[in-house]
């Protein structure tokens, strides 16, 4: 078998596919939920904390050193925690969204699900072949 027939048949299964769908839905599904934290969600917690966003959040380690000039000769180092902060937050946000959906999903799978058939009593000749095959078990018959 040919590396491309190998490879086109690995290309075309379902799971594959199925993946490759996945990921684009998942590109797409992330830019959304962005929008949501960094359009809605951000600016009514900056409206309660006073901050535009966490990202401009940061202690300094070590202030620039500026020259003689003015000019910085050294840049300052920062610990950027505001950073860290938004991505939990994008993160708890995006877990959260997943989770109500999935919920939702098993929901409608559930009620799709056919009811399972209700145990049917034999007819009475099923009846009476058990007795007989029953009859013909017991020892001395």
Same mark, same amino acid.
């Given at each position: 078998?040919?590396?491309?027939? @190998? =490879?086109?048949?690995? &290309?075309?299964r379902g799971n594959? +596919?199925?993946? *490759?769908?996945?990921?684009?839905i998942g590109g797409a599904?992330?830019? +959304?939920?962005?929008?949501?934290?960094? #359009?809605?969600?951000?600016?009514s917690v900056s409206y309660l904390i006073g901050s535009a966003d966490f990202k401009s959040l940061s202690a300094v380690l070590r202030p620039a050193a500026l020259g003689a000039d003015g000019k910085e000769t050294m840049p300052a180092v920062l610990l950027n925690y505001g950073a860290f902060i938004q991505t939990i937050v994008d =993160?708890?946000?995006? *877990?959260?969204? +997943? =989770?109500?959906?999935?919920? &939702?999903?098993? !929901?409608?799978?559930?009620? @799709?699900?056919p009811e399972a058939p209700a145990t049917v009593e034999p007819s009475d000749e099923v009846k009476?072949?058990?007795? +007989? !095959? #029953? &009859?013909?078990k017991k020892p001395g018959a």
């Open positions: 078998m040919s590396i491309l027939s @190998e =490879f086109k048949e690995f &290309a075309l594959v +596919i199925d993946l *490759a769908v996945g990921v684009v599904f992330g830019k +959304i939920v962005t929008s949501m934290v960094n #359009d809605l969600i951000m600016p =993160f708890t946000i995006i *877990a959260l969204v +997943i =989770f109500l959906v999935i919920k &939702a999903i098993n !929901r409608v799978r559930r009620q @799709e699900q009476l072949l058990t007795e +007989i !095959r #029953d &009859a013909l």
